[in-house]
């Protein structure tokens, strides 16, 4: 196998008994022990983690005051990328604090620190849903906020002493200062502690130890395990791997990223950033393809008036769940409903005459007489 070999395990498939062992025993001890990768309560894609300040200004207290408006700002910015297409994000570049502000619904401190006039923090942001979709419809920007299912990302580093996973490892440093939990396509990196080292090795992973990965796949509660591999090409460039199929789409990510400063640590950085973003992309496609498709459905699809008599208001609702539960019947809308019968509108991606057959096998009659429809059970 090639170092750089990288891929992607999904599902429970696991050949040997042996693998199915290790994922059943692995899979107790986690439930007794600590589980770092419990999904968290309350993430979304309108939470922004991470935003960096370093604010000067008379005092402590105002540079922190400046800080936290520049932090709304950045995170503001970074939710546009996230969720709206490049192009839409740069037509509001011109929001002002004041507005962005407004938007915001909380804020957290994740590290800080002060001195005479100065304030350096770590943040996170969470805006309003409601205010940001709100917005973006006035402003005519499309956006996207069904998140990708969570994808854990082993990253392997393979140095000029062997492949590493929990220690020394630039490429894991890289993907976990990413802070993409909440991002539209949600990265997990595993926190490395006792359990992990135990479960999988550096070789392992290369080795695409299905059973191993599949454990850690359960750990932290994700659709997809993904091995990232990743080594120095010269002292300020990083040549990074990732291949196979994912819940994105089919990734095949072969590149060399080259800092012009920073070195290795900042090559890494811009290969796992641009990793995302192009995974990112993939999701993006997906779901517009998914729009799309149902939008042309919607556009082609058969609505009938249809009067449906019945003797009882018993028969009417068996008459009813047998209609909604055919095959191809999209909705079923009551406009009116007496004594004796039923007004209904009835939505369906087939055209009237196959919708007729469809009935059939659920012993419903659909008969057009004098221009109007009727529906009957038999």
């Known amino acids: 196998m090639s170092q750089f070999n990288a891929s992607l395990f999904q599902g429970s498939s696991t050949r040997f008994i042996g693998q199915r062992l290790i994922v059943f025993c692995l899979a107790i001890l986690f439930a007794i022990g600590t589980f770092h990768g419990a999904r968290a309560e309350g993430r979304d894609v309108f939470t922004v983690k991470g935003i960096a300040v370093d604010v000067t200004d008379k005092d402590a207290a105002t540079a922190k005051i400046k800080a936290i408006t520049e932090a709304q700002v950045k995170a503001f910015h970074i939710l546009l990328q996230r969720i709206a297409s490049p192009e839409a994000a740069s037509r509001l570049k011109g929001l002002s604090a004041r507005d962005i502000g407004r938007m915001m619904s909380s804020l957290s401190v994740e590290e800080e620190r002060t001195g005479p006039n100065r304030y350096i923090g770590r943040l996170t942001i969470r805006f309003s849903p409601r205010k940001v979709r709100a917005l973006l419809r006035n402003k005519g920007v499309g956006y996207i906020t069904e998140r990708a299912p969570r994808i854990l990302i082993i990253p392997v580093w393979q ?41 999988l090795s550096a070789q392992d992973a290369l080795a695409g130890d299905a059973g191993r990965l599949q454990a850690l796949k359960l750990r932290y509660d994700t659709e997809g395990v993904l091995v990232a591999v990743a080594g120095p090409k010269g002292e300020n460039a990083v040549r990074a791997v990732m291949t196979g199929p994912s819940p994105v789409g089919t990734i095949a990510f072969d590149k060399t990223y080259i800092a012009p400063e920073g070195g290795i640590a900042e090559a890494a950085r811009m290969a796992a950033q641009r990793f ?3 995974m990112t992309y993939k999701w993006k496609k997906k779901v517009m393809a998914k729009r799309a498709a149902r939008a042309r459905a919607q556009a082609t699809a058969t609505r009938l008036k249809v009067i449906v008599p019945f003797n009882s208001l018993r028969e009417w609702q068996a008459i009813r769940a047998r209609l909604a539960s055919t095959p191809g019947v999209a909705s079923v809308d009551v406009s009116a409903l007496s004594g004796t019968h039923a007004e209904v509108t009835v939505t369906s991606s087939l055209s009237a005459a196959q919708l007729q057959d469809a009935l059939r096998a659920s012993r419903l009659s659909l008969r057009n007489s004098g221009g109007r429809w009727y529906l009957q059970a038999y």
């Open 159 to 199: 140095g000029p002493d062997g492949p590493v996973l929990w220690a020394d490892n630039p490429w894991l440093e890289a993907w976990r200062n990413l802070h993409a939990e909440d991002a539209l396509v949600p990265v997990i990196i595993p926190a490395g502690d006792d359990t992990d080292q135990q479960t």
């Open 276 to 278: 995302h973003e192009v």
